[in-house]
Nanobody, 124 residues
Framework: QVQLVESGGGLVQAGGSLRLSCAAS????????MGWFRQVPGKEREFVSA????????YYADSVKGRFTISRDNAKNTVYLQMNSLKPEDTAVYYC?????????????????WGQGTQVTVSS
């Protein structure tokens, strides 16, 4: 089983930036595709971005395309989400997820492992 821990969330003004990190345990990190999701109370978990095992393939929700960038450093067992030009509607708990398959997955139930989430709040 893979353990995932998110960090880097916080409070930021609209138009600002944050960089989220997801640290994974174990030596098999590079075998997993990774994704970022976000969720607000009372709503479904929403796909944000995903990245393949090698980092060569990335995917983004239309709502964040051009503003967010996903990357990974397999030597550090870490996935990142650089968030620029943040908007109040980006406010959510952001979750890191992993799956033992390719990164072409946008549904939460397609992922095998989840972190506890990190809060991102964007003020007007």
């Amino acid at each position: 089983q893979v353990q995932l821990v998110e960090s880097g969330g916080g409070l930021v003004q609209a138009g600002g930036s944050l960089r989220l990190s997801c640290a994974a345990s174990g030596r098999t990190f590079s075998s997993y595709a990774m994704g970022w999701f976000r969720q607000v109370p009372g709503k479904e978990r929403e796909f944000v971005s995903a990245i393949s095992w090698s980092g060569g393939n990335t995917y983004y929700a239309d709502s964040v395309k051009g503003r967010f960038t996903i990357s990974r450093d397999n030597a550090k067992n870490t996935v990142y989400l650089q968030m620029n030009s943040l908007k109040p509607e980006d406010t959510a708990v952001y979750y890191c997820a992993a799956r033992r398959a390719g990164a072409r997955a946008t549904m939460a139930d397609q992922y095998d492992y989840w972190g506890q989430g990190t809060q991102v709040t964007v003020s007007s």
